[in-house]
């Protein structure tokens, strides 16, 4: 079904692009002169074992007690220390993966694109447990207290037991007609579950019964065409001590007390790369590709930098005194927090960047969509 309306959505796309001799895709916006004032020293390198560019996956690598645990979608997983990239540990699985890894709890959990969830044992790489969904899965799935939670392409959240992979709960939510392709993955904290949907809801869920405590409606479906409704909560939400901030498309970006479910500020900023953040300030990435930091307790502006248009930008990243985000040609932009101006660029390879690097302390991870691997550190000059 949900196959159908991706493709009735590339339809439309096609017929449009088709009706027209002239291209009117928005060219990316050309590199500013840099002289940087940054210097970045490349820690190590590494390598997924295989392309990660599928269907618009969301491989994300995961950081679990000092490794580096990354996903490919041919079904290789590898394993790597975090001090010097070197591999530790590799295993291949007889399903592609779409969805994770997510590790906890001695195991490592993915998910597929026939909606299959499997679990590993974290130590030995030794099949646990295997359940059928109801439909894709694109999210990474989480684990907490015996609990593991996966979110489907059509709008359900999973409760699965972590021991033997029983279904313990099932939370469903009503999906639009078009959507973008992709999911957010849930937040897991303490005994709730955060979770944004593509109707461009937060829902709360009580972790061991799937029970709802509260949910809130961050956009609203306006317009006469199913494109102009699209509401979709494709990034995932942000929790930071009893703050939670979601960002949707075409829909605003807001922070909520989560013990409440209380609205604290919301702004007109659609997004569907996503969001980030440090102890003063929420950094946003947009859908025409500006990067934003607001204030994190009122929402104000602090800045906008605008000359990354349309480069198709990655969620920012706060690291030390600066803020990193990832583009299509393969380049890690670093800003300074304060005024978002631009200190140096690095790149990877010419390959995409589409998911966010990650941060350990003084330590920047990404990675491409070829799989390559790089650790960067900062030094100011």
Request: aromatic content about 4%; proline content about 7%.
């Given at each position: 079904m949900f196959t159908r309306f991706f493709l009735l959505l590339c339809s439309l796309?096609?017929?449009?692009?088709?009706?027209?001799?002239?291209?009117?895709?928005?060219?990316?916006?050309?590199?500013?002169?840099?002289?940087?004032?940054?210097?970045?020293?490349?820690?190590w390198t590494a390598n997924t074992g295989a392309d990660v560019d599928k269907d618009f996956l969301k491989l994300i690598p995961t950081i679990y007690e000092n490794q580096l645990y990354t996903a490919s979608s041919a079904g290789h997983l590898r394993i790597f220390n975090l001090t010097d990239g070197k591999l530790i540990r590799e295993y291949k699985i007889d399903i592609s993966i779409s969805g994770g890894p997510g590790v906890g709890e001695e195991l490592i959990l993915v998910g597929s694109p026939k909606g299959e969830?499997?679990?590993?044992?974290?130590?030995?790489?030794?099949?646990?447990?295997?359940?059928?969904?109801?439909?894709?899965?694109?999210?990474?799935?989480?684990?907490?207290?015996?609990?593991?939670?996966?979110?489907?392409?059509?709008?359900?959240?999973?409760?699965?037991?972590?021991?033997?992979?029983?279904?313990?709960?099932?939370?469903?939510?009503?999906?639009?007609l078009l959507t973008l392709r992709g999911t957010s993955s849930p937040i897991l904290y303490q005994d709730f579950i955060f979770a944004g949907f593509d109707n461009g809801k937060i829902v709360v869920l009580e972790l061991d019964t799937g029970k709802v405590r509260w949910e809130y409606a961050v956009a609203v479906a306006r317009g006469r065409t199913e494109l102009e409704r699209m509401v979709d909560i494709d990034a995932d939400p942000l929790l930071i001590n009893d703050m939670l901030y979601v960002t949707s498309y075409q829909g605003p970006t807001i922070a909520i007390d989560m013990r409440k479910g209380k609205l604290l500020w919301k702004k007109k900023l659609s997004s569907y790369a996503g969001i980030g953040a440090d102890y003063d300030y929420l950094y946003v990435s947009d859908t025409q590709g500006h990067l934003w930091a607001l204030d994190r307790y009122s929402g104000k502006d602090w800045w906008k930098q605008e000359k990354l248009q349309a480069r198709h930008l990655t969620a920012p990243v706060s690291i030390g005194d600066y803020v990193v985000v990832g583009d299509f040609e393969g380049y890690l932009h670093w800003m300074r927090r304060d005024d978002g101006q631009f200190l140096t660029r690095y790149q990877i390879d010419k390959a995409s960047i589409k998911m966010p690097p990650l941060v350990v302390n003084d330590m920047l991870i990404a990675y491409n969509i070829e799989g390559k691997i790089v650790a960067l550190q900062p030094e100011s000059k």
């Open positions: 796309i096609l017929l449009v692009s088709c009706s027209t001799s002239k291209d009117n895709t928005e060219p990316p916006a050309p590199l500013v002169k840099l002289t940087p004032t940054l210097t970045l020293k490349t820690l969830v499997v679990a590993l044992s974290e130590k030995d790489g030794t099949e646990l447990w295997r359940i059928q969904l109801s439909s894709e899965i694109l999210a990474v799935p989480r684990i907490n207290q015996g609990v593991v939670v996966v979110r489907t392409l059509d709008g359900k959240l999973f409760g699965i037991d972590s021991k033997n992979g029983n279904r313990l709960w099932v939370y469903e939510s009503r999906v639009p």
